[in-house]
């Protein structure tokens, strides 16, 4: 109730904090009326962190929502080696990214368009980085959810998504800055088949899992007696399991493998008491 309590304050007082900042700026620069979320940079080491924590690579492409004088993407680009655009409705934005796009030398890398963030297509995208209000944030949720790969990261300057927590929450102790950052899961909610093809004959699995956001919970049975199921893990497409024998807790089967739409597919290897080999298995999914 106190941390919950606290981290409201916060919310209030960081939105507040950009609505005052955004405010005195207005005097010189009329804002375009349609903003969902006034113009704040995030302080260049927040940046760093954002896309350190996202492990951004050249191989990466990162998508910025409402990405202020660009610098999230051009960093991306020139640090970091990643290519990608932002987008802004404020058109001031727009053409102050691009122009600190050339002169970082990355306007091959860093694109910047005037939309809006609820126009943007996003299933391109590796990363996603986003430094708008919880409203928004949660307001865009079930797309960054629906349309963004298995797998993808998205990163958040001070804003968090809800009920949707966070994989990992990092602090800039110097700029009180928050960090939050989350890989989008598989969705897995379902009934589900397994198959694994142990040489020495086909073993058949019914799971049920269920599944709020990275969270699962699985429970089993095989031939219509119920199984024990531990360290249940989703992290993007990667989904590990163990299943346990009710009659000898030592021994322990652990699944691993990829989801891909309504079928999953790896490896399981016996430990503690059962037999270190290691076979493939394969589930479709039966029911949603
Ligand atoms: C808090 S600033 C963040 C800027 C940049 N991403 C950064 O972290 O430095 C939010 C930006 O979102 C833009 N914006 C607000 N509502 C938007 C919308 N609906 N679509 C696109 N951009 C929007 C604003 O113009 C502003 O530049």
């Given at each position: 109730m106190g941390v919950f309590f606290i981290?409201?304050?916060?919310?209030?007082?960081?939105?507040?904090?950009?609505?005052?900042?955004?405010?005195?700026?207005?005097?010189?620069?009329?804002?375009?009326?349609?903003?969902?979320?006034?113009y704040v940079p995030t302080n260049q080491p927040t940046v760093e962190a954002m896309l350190r924590i996202a492990n951004v690579g050249p191989n990466d492409y990162v998508i910025d929502l409402g990405s202020g004088d660009g610098r999230i993407v051009i960093t991306a680009a020139r640090q970091f080696g990643a290519h990608g655009f932002g987008v802004d409705l404020?058109?001031?934005?727009?053409?102050?990214?691009?122009?600190?796009?050339?002169?970082?030398?990355?306007?091959?890398?860093?694109?910047?368009?005037?939309?809006?963030?609820?126009?943007?297509?996003?299933?391109?995208?590796?990363?996603?980085?986003?430094?708008l209000l919880p409203r928004i944030n949660l307001k865009l949720r079930p797309r960054l959810l629906a349309e963004?790969?298995?797998g993808t990261r998205i990163v958040a300057h001070?804003?968090?998504?809800?009920e949707w927590k966070a994989d990992i929450t990092a602090t800039v102790r110097a700029h009180?800055?928050?960090?939050?950052?989350?890989?989008?899961?598989?969705?897995?909610?379902?009934?589900?088949?397994?198959?694994v093809a142990d040489p020495k004959g086909e073993h058949r699995y019914d799971l049920a899992i269920k599944q709020k956001f990275q969270e699962i919970n699985v429970n089993t049975s095989a031939a219509?007696?119920?199984?024990?199921?531990?360290?249940?893990?989703?992290?993007?497409?990667?989904?590990t399991f163990v299943l346990i024998?009710?009659?000898?807790?030592?021994?322990?089967?652990?699944?691993?493998?990829?989801?891909?739409?309504?079928?999953?597919?790896?490896?399981?290897?016996?430990?503690?008491?059962?037999?270190?080999?290691?076979?493939?298995?394969?589930?479709?999914?039966?029911?949603?």
């Open positions: 981290s409201m304050l916060r919310g209030v007082l960081a939105a507040t904090a950009l609505i005052v900042v955004a405010a005195t700026a207005a005097q010189q620069y009329q804002y375009p009326n349609n903003l969902d979320v006034p404020d058109p001031q934005r727009i053409k102050e990214s691009t122009e600190n796009a050339m002169a970082a030398g990355v306007s091959d890398r860093a694109v910047f368009y005037q939309r809006n963030v609820f126009d943007t297509k996003l299933s391109e995208a590796t990363v996603v980085t986003m430094y963004l790969k298995p001070d804003f968090d998504m809800g009180n800055s928050t960090v939050y950052y989350w890989v989008v899961p598989a969705g897995v909610d379902g009934l589900w088949n397994l198959r219509g007696k119920a199984g024990v199921v531990r360290e249940e893990r989703l992290d993007g497409d990667r989904i024998d009710g009659d000898d807790y030592m021994k322990r089967l652990r699944f691993e493998g990829r989801v891909n739409g309504d079928t999953m597919e790896g490896t399981m290897r016996g430990e503690g008491s059962a037999p270190r080999t290691e076979v493939k298995w394969r589930a479709t999914r039966a029911a949603k």
